[in-house]
């Protein structure tokens, strides 16, 4: 049987334009997945097309993909099925809409968009074009995360009441980031919330959200508190949402999510401090250790004795893939792979199928996401600029 090819489009050549092409290049066989196979057909920086070249090369594409030195040459490429955005997220509204515009589907990188108003607008225009869309939230297409919903939804922990979940990373923010850099500077919605707290968030709603049946699904309330950085936006913030469920399910249930640039879950490297994750059921709990975005350790423990751990090791090609922690270089332990190609997998999938979202995240919850996000920065009085707020397109970053 011959195999569905996925044609990818980079939009953008940084840091994780980087490990998720890298992770493209790898035979989807070493993860026993049979049926798909991707290939980067092009790749567009906003600097010139030479950048382009370079990094198309870098990533091990084919040496017929094409190089532009344009978004805009990108998205009229007739030879690109999907195109992944990972510009910094007060671009993503922009750039996302530059591609429904023309026809192309996408996979845009987390935070979605800079508030759920533009969230709203890339679904509606995906829907008018019959187009796939969805928001990179790379995690929730691990084996470990469809192992830690699968607990949930077979009654293992029992009723689900609870789930803590914390994304923090230790950092010095004054040594690791000038103020411009995407991880604090305000005029690309820079931030823990939206860089990292997402994670957080992603495993309280994945865990006590997405879990419910569709129609039961209800969007949470939230309560927060938010520290801010000298250059305006979060180093720190703290959120307590109270998911809606009906009594069959246990009642409401609570999510506390976290994020900090300062401390860390994982102050030796070795999980001594326990879990970042943890979801607590009447007869026990489940957890998941550091990082939120990349975990590959979980633990199960019941009332009735019984204690399980496992590994998640990641799949992948050997040598270090050039794992990408954000804002700096770290490689893969030994053969282990990133883990971004489960992500594109499901886009290769959807799209051989025809399903136009993600079936782990639908558009509708990452606009509830946002709309959580939206309600702690509104509770905090933290705002972006104007032109990355707004849904006005095209306008001019
Ligand atoms: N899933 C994950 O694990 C991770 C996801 N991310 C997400 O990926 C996105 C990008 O992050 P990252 O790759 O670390 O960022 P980088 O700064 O490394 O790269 C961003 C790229 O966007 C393009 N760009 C266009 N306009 C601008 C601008 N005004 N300022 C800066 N860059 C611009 C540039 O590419 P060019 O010049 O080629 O156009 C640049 O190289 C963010 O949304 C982030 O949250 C980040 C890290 C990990
Ligand atoms: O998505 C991400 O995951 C890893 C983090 O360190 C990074 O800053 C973030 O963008």
Known sequence: MSKFTLRWGILATGGIAESFSRDLTVNPETRNVKDIQHEIVAAASSSSADRAGEFLKKVGASSSAKAYGSYEELVADKNVDIIYVATPHSHHYQNAMLCLEAGKNVLCEKAF???????????????????????????????????????????????????????????????????????????????????????????????????????????????????????????????????????????????????????????????????????????????????AFRPTKTKLVLSDGTVEEKEFVQPGPGKGSGFYNGFGDNKNPEGEGHGMFWEADECAFAIKEGRKEGKYEGLQESIVIMEVMDEVRKQNGMTYPEKIETTKYPTQL
């Open 113 to 291: 968009t800079v508030n759920a108003a533009q969230a709203k607008k890339l679904a509606e225009k995906a829907k008018e074009k019959n187009l796939f869309l969805m928001e990179a939230v790379w995690t929730r297409y691990f084996p470990l995360s469809v192992y830690v919903r699968d607990i949930i939804t077979s009654g293992k922990i029992g009723k689900v009441q609870r789930t803590f979940a914390d994304l923090s990373i230790g950092t010095q923010p004054e040594e690791a980031f000038d103020n411009s850099h995407r991880m604090v500077n305000p005029d690309l919605a820079g931030g823990a919330l939206l860089d990292l707290g997402i994670y957080a968030l992603t495993w309280v709603f994945q865990t006590l959200y997405h879990t419910q049946p569709e129609s039961a699904r209800k969007a949470p309330t939230v309560v927060s508190s938010l520290k801010k950085y000298p250059t305006g936006a979060d180093e720190m913030t703290t959120m307590l949402l109270t998911f809606p469920r009906s009594q069959e399910l246990g009642g409401d249930a609570h999510g506390i999510a976290t994020t900090a640039m300062r401390t860390t879950p994982d102050p030796d490297g070795k999980g001594s401090a326990g879990p970042a994750i943890r979801v607590q059921g009447d007869k026990g709990e489940v957890q998941v250790f550091h990082p």
